[in-house]
């Protein structure tokens, strides 16, 4: 089976910090993927590389035959995404908001109308499509967001923590429709959780990166036999270890502001 997204060699460097290290994998046609790590890890970072949205410092990505660098528009035409952060606007109507991802993605009216109807139907939002999206509950807004991201019909959907503070019954519901999703459409999907037991059940490989690292990639069960252990999350921690990472994180942050502000001319 061909990859849809081929990875070689990634750095990515803020000043004198490495957030992403020589990182090399790919991922097939149709494949849900997940892409685990611990906070500050490099995994959002990775991910702002494949959407065009941060430039390498080096290495190469292709993203359904194009090179974001290259051909940053055919690559933005080839994936969906759902951020961790909500992006929505609450103060348009359901349908409104999807309404305006069409337009902006080019996609014909006739054609978008029919797929808005079909797509917040699958995710049992028509009902509501006249309701401004501030109304709707956290797990709402996001069964939104995913049938937004799949409005323009993507090659690939990246997910970075989309289920992050829902309730099981919503995160349950939501992997219900994305794996019928896969399965109807072809559609890969590309994901990062804190869930382990999430990508130990959808995912058909798993990366995981530390310290802008991957240190393993496999399935679940092979994750598990390497390790020694009999669950991901048990496979996961003797990978990435038990240290808490919020102050990771943070230091990441901190240090990728002072970069930017630096590049900026912003120096305080």
Known sequence: MDNIIEVK????????FKAVDNISFSVKHGEIFAFLGPNGAGKSTTIKMLTTLLTPSSGSIELNGSNPLNDSDAVRHSFGIVFQDPSLDDELTAWENMEFHGVLYGVEKGLRRKRIEELMNFVELWDR????????????????EIARGLLHHPKVLFLDEPTLGL???????????????????????FFTTHYMEEA??????????DHGKIIATGTSAELEAQTGTTSLEEAFLKLTGN??????ASATDHMRQRHQMRQGGGRR
């Not at 499509?129 to 939104?144: A, H, I, P, Q, Y």
């Not at 130990?200 to 990166?209: G, N």
């Open 9 to 16: 060699n990634l750095c990515k460097q803020f000043g004198d």
């Open 129 to 144: 499509k006249d309701s401004l999206v501030k109304e709707f509950s956290g797990g709402m807004k996001r069964r939104l």
């Open 167 to 189: 309730d099981p019954q919503t995160r349950n519901h939501m992997w219900t429709y994305l794996e019928e999703l896969n399965k109807s459409e072809g559609i890969t999907v």
């Open 200 to 209: 130990e059940r959808v995912a058909r490989r798993i990366a995981i990166i």
């Open 243 to 248: 240290v808490i990472r919020d102050e990771a």
